[in-house]
Nanobody, 125 residues
Framework: QVRLVESGGGVVRPGESLRLSCTSSRRTNDIMGWFRRAPGRDREFVAALRINGWFAGRKAYGDNVKGRFTISRDNIQGTLFLQMNNLQPEDTAVYYC?????????????????WGQGTQVTVSS
């Protein structure tokens, strides 16, 4: 049983920024990532970071956020972050943190064994 807790969501205007955080009760994650789900849409891959193994340090981003969002991790504390810049209304969604041990690269839902409850991000003028 792994507990992931997201924080940092909120309501912002277009062009503004937010930074999401995710804490994990498990400190040995091999992969951590972010997904989002907007109303009426499927869950969308946002970003992933490989922590251990051959791909350690590798990052990946979804096409809709690349260049605006940055995933990072405090390797000492184990906290995962998502820096979101130049937010737009289409970024409005519930953002979920995910983690896994011994999984794939991390750009698909099935790569993960643990999920947080999500944090709401709303971008509106």
């Amino acid at each position: 049983q792994v507990r992931l807790v997201e924080s940092g969501g909120g309501v912002v205007r277009p062009g503004e920024s937010l930074r999401l955080s995710c804490t994990s009760s498990r400190r040995t994650n091999d992969i951590m990532g972010w997904f989002r789900r907007a109303p009426g849409r499927d869950r969308e891959f946002v970003a992933a970071l490989r922590i251990n193994g051959w791909f350690a340090g590798r990052k990946a981003y979804g096409d809709n956020v690349k260049g605006r969002f940055t995933i990072s991790r405090d390797n000492i504390q184990g906290t995962l972050f998502l820096q979101m810049n130049n937010l737009q209304p289409e970024d409005t969604a519930v953002y979920y943190c995910a983690a896994a041990v011994g999984a794939g690269f991390g750009d698909e839902d099935r790569d993960y064994d643990s999920w947080g409850q999500g944090t709401q991000v709303t971008v509106s003028s």
